[in-house]
């Protein structure tokens, strides 16, 4: 991965933070990470299903490698590795939080529609 220097990026400054969670994952990896606050590979595979674990692997390396998550090996048989997220990674929080509530939201409004469409739907076909 290549680190960005965004100094020299021209553009809005949110385009600097959804390049740094950008993609299916990251922010979810984060979100449950600032959940929970540490968590081993396998605890964090078996949070996201739908993710391989090569695709886990890179998504965590990427976000080591800016800087919002630290990775903790201990030398132990079997070796342990454990995730969570940097004093940077946690200052993520409030937007992660925001981001979940808008979600939770969105999914509250589809839902409803779905249910006002079939409604409608079923006082149509008497």
């Known amino acids: 991965m290549k680190v960005k220097r965004y100094g020299t990026v021209p553009g809005c400054p949110v385009e600097v933070t959804l390049d740094l969670i ?6 979810v990896v984060l979100h449950h990470l600032l959940e929970f606050g ?4 396998n605890e964090l595979h078996r949070r996201l299903p739908g ?3 090569r695709l886990l692997t890179k998504q ?8 919002l ?3 903790t090996v201990y030398a132990e048989v079997p070796l342990r590795v454990e995730y ?3 004093e940077e990674g ?3 929080k409030p937007i992660i939080d925001m981001l979940a509530k808008w979600g939770e939201a969105r999914l509250e409004r589809q839902q409803s529609a779905q249910s006002r469409t079939k409604m409608s739907r079923r006082r149509r076909s008497k």
């Open 38 to 41: 540490c968590l081993r590979f």
């Open 84 to 86: 969570r997220p940097t």
């Open 69 to 71: 998550v630290k990775r």
């Open 22 to 27: 950008d993609g299916r994952w990251k922010g």
């Open 60 to 67: 965590l390396r990427e976000l080591e490698a800016v800087g």
């Open 90 to 92: 946690g200052s993520l």
């Open 51 to 53: 993710i391989t674990p």
